[in-house]
Structures are given as C-alpha cells and as structure tokens.
C-alpha cells in the first residue's frame, strides 16, 4: 500500500489522489506505515515531563497499592485521568491534573469495591511531586544544551507540580522556560495549546518539536503543524490513526544524538 | 459543607460568595455531594446508546478474548477508546467512532506483547452492532411512549452502527429521532455537541434530557445546559468534578417510572 501510495503521489496530478478508491480504514492506518517526514533543526525543543522526562514507576506502585495490587488498575487509572483531563476541555472546564487524577482515582477504586475519601485520593497522586528522572535524562539535555539548543517543558501539569518535579529531579537548570497548560485552561493535546505554546515561544509552529513518550501528545503536536520525536518508552504506543512523527526513539539520549546531527 | 453553603447562599448577597475562603479541592467534590436540582419534564429525552440502552458484555467477551483472557483490559480497551475520540476531537479531528475502537485496540494488545492486524481489530470490535438491549430497556422505553414522550437516540456510534445497532436490539422504532455524532464531527461530550443535538429538536439546552449510563456523558450535558439522568449500571460512576444530576436510577425502568410523574 505504501509503495502504491508513493507511485501514485509521484506520478499523478494532486487532485486526481483523492479519486483513488482505497478502503478508508486502511488508508487512515495507512498514515502509520507510511515514511516520515524528514526531521529540521527545530528553533525550540518542547519535553513532555510525566513520563517521558520522569519515571511514573513510585506513583505508579502508591496508586496500585491503592487499588488493593491489581496492576492493571494503575493503567487504567492513568487512562482514565487522561480521558477526564479532555472530558474537562471538551466541555469548556478546566481543574488541576492533580484534582484529575485524584477524582479519577476514586471512580476507579469504586468501581472495584473500594470507596475513598477525597483526602485519600489526594494523598496517593502526591508521588508526582517526587518523581526521578530517568536515567539517561540528564545526559541527554546537557548534550542538547551544549549544542545550543533552547529547551522548553511543556506539561498538563500545573505550574506549582512542575515546579517541584523538575526541582526534585534536579532537571530545573536545564529549561530555557516552563509551560504549563494552566496559563491556557486546556489540557494537550487540544490544538490550541499548541498553537498557544508556540506564539508564548514567538516562533511559528513548524519550528516546534515535541519530545513526548505519549501518543496522544505526539498526535496532537502533529496536527498542529509541530515536528514530533516519539519516545517508545514501555507500555506506550503512537495513535495508528495519526501520521507518523519525524522521529521515533526508545530514549531521550539516543533522541538527542540524532538532534545534534541537524 | 453543604448546610453551610446553603446558609450562605440564603443570608449573603451573592458577590460576596466567592470570597470565602474554601479549600478549592473540596469546593469541587463539594458539587457532588450537593443536592441536586429538582427534575423538570424534559421536552425531549436523548438517549446514549452503548451501555446505557444496549449490553456490552458480548462486545467485551470478544475484546476480553483478542487480548489474551485478562478482563481488565477490556475496561481499558474502552477506556483508551473514550480518550482516543477526545484526542481526535481536541485536535479537530474526526473518525468513525468503531475505527478508534479498533485503533485503541491495536495500542492496547501491542502494549501487552500482542501484535494484530488492522483486519483482526476490525473484527474484534464488530460484536458492539449485535448487542443485546439490557433487559428492561423495553419496558420502559414503552412506558415513556404512552405518557407522550419524545425519545431520540443520541450517540457517539456513526449513523450506519446505530441504525444497525437499534434494528438488532428491536429498539428502533421506539425512537422519533436518531442523531449520531458522526453529522457533527466531535464527539460527545463536547459542549457544541449537546448544543447542536438541542437546535437540531428545535428546543433549548434547558429542555434536553440526557439519560446515560457515562459519567463524563452527564457531565458534559449538565455543563451545556441539559438535565441529566444517569443509569448507574455496574462499573459505571458519575465524575467527581461535574454537579451532580437532577436524577440517578439504577436501571431504566427505575427512571421512567419517575419521568411519567412529572
């Protein structure tokens, strides 16, 4: 499909493509197998921070502690946090992502028999505030910075949780600014707040690069006009329906070896 | 909490409401445990269809089954798939609501070591256009019948499953009016959604009544403006964050017995 879709757009007139009849779920899953766009020098760097700066690993364990050990639970808590976070945005409100996770931690736990007081769910989302970096972090963003690249962090935490975060991982002194969606109202990946992160950073949105370990992220930053860097870290996954970003690597340093290049 | 807002509310002029000083995490799950507003009769009642009307459990047997037996990820499955139509929605995007189904199932079994074609997702899902009502559906849709209600189906299913989806349960003709997101190109629960749904009856917001079984459902109603009504079927919670509905049954007939009183 791939090499017939690359032979038609070579050899045909753009407007006769759409004629083409192609069955419409392949050719949206299509995008994904598709080649990339080749990556530019970006003029900033914007990193997702929950899991693809820091390791979810210790909230992850105090929120399936929390759900009686099911593993599963603590993804799907997470899922569902996501999920709200948009429920949110869709219908014009907006709340702390920590508020989020704590109110999605209670419909979780009820739904598997365990009732929660509100100061409770508080209680076990703390972990956020005290995430580690992971491992190759450090390393990466030193490198990005010695290659005079200006670094950004981008998070749908809130400005006061991405404050400590970044302090506690000790990543702070690496950021040129910080962005949360606060400011806006809107959690990402709605495309305004990507439109809106690049006018804070006085550049167009193809000069943006998201560096994200979220599909949904990734999705986002693309459709807005953004270049996109995939972290594969494990158990995350690139949205098939969405076109497939510039880059694809399972770390930041090895993203950030291939950053230097350009 | 609650008497004290409510005395507040009586004794004081409004401006000075907002300046007492309320831990704002308790001041939203507050709006839970309020009391909710009295139920009108509504001019128009819509109805989700997935797991409000119709039983999922053979669509979920089957997910269950393509994701190697553990249950849970079943739920996660249809979680993913919620957040996923608010990811295209947010970045202005649409697809047909079985097709992000298929694609979140594709991300979930690949998170779990298991690989599968676009083909077999399809497949997997196909199971939501033949289920089953859930038991008293009927009843009850036919009690609102005879008491002179108008009843529309109002879903984040494409117009094609929907049609498809009430021919099989035997609900369609209970129904004056069907209207799937898919027309609109957001998804529920999208504010301009719940107020397209309303122009299009010819009503305002103020007389929707929205009946779902979703807890992020209600609360983007109640946010545009409708009442809601929510089925609290098993595994189903409303959202902390959202006021609370004008009414809260365990099941449909339990509703429509209180609707054909009013």
Known sequence: ???????????????ILPL???????????KNGGTPNKLRRPKVIFFDVNETLLDLETLKESIVKTLGNKKELGTLWFTTMLQYSLVATAANQYFDFGKIG??????????????????????AVKPILSLDAHKEVKEALELLKKNNYKLVSFTNSSNFAVEQQLKHAGLIDYFDAKISVEDYGKFKPDSDVYNWAARKMQIDNKDCLLVSAHGWDIAGAVWAGWQGAFISRPGQQLFP????????????LALAKELVLL
């Open 241 to 252: 329906l969405a076109p497939l970003p510039e880059i694809n690597k399972p770390n930041l």
């Open 102 to 123: 704590s109110a999605a931690l209670i419909m979780v736990a009820n739904n598997n028999g365990i009732n929660l007081s509100a100061e409770y769910a508080k209680n």
């Open 20 to 30: 083409i009849p192609l069955n419409s779920f392949s050719q949206e899953l299509y």
């Open 1 to 15: 499909m791939n090499n017939r879709r690359n032979f038609l757009k070579n050899t045909l007139p753009l407007g």
